[in-house]
């Protein structure tokens, strides 16, 4: 079975989705030495409570001029 919502959050802002409630906690800036990056912090609860934290990022690396996403994924009680 596979659901997909697309959605933009605010700091402390969270959508619904099937039965989880996913929160924008934070978004961390961060110098690596080939690229810059913004990561976010997601929470992600259950109305069991808390569940997990997932960090999905964009990375620009400037010698390449390339923007990199990286997902976050939570499979099966695994985070990856």
């Known amino acids: 079975d596979r659901h997909e919502k697309v959605a933009a ?3 402390g802002e969270s959508i619904e989705f099937s039965d989880y ?3 924008l906690k ?3 800036r961060y110098r690596a030495p080939t690229y810059m990056a913004e ?8 109305k069991a ?3 997990t934290q997932l960090y999905p ?8 001029e ?4 990286k997902t976050a ?8």
């Open 9 to 11: 959050l605010r700091l």
């Open 21 to 23: 409630k996913i929160c």
């Open 26 to 28: 934070d978004i961390e």
């Open 39 to 46: 990561r976010a912090v997601l929470e992600i609860t259950t």
């Open 49 to 51: 409570g808390s569940l």
């Open 57 to 64: 990022e964009k990375r620009f690396y400037p010698s390449y």
């Open 66 to 69: 390339a923007l990199i996403t």
């Open 73 to 80: 994924l939570y499979i099966r009680g695994t985070s990856i």
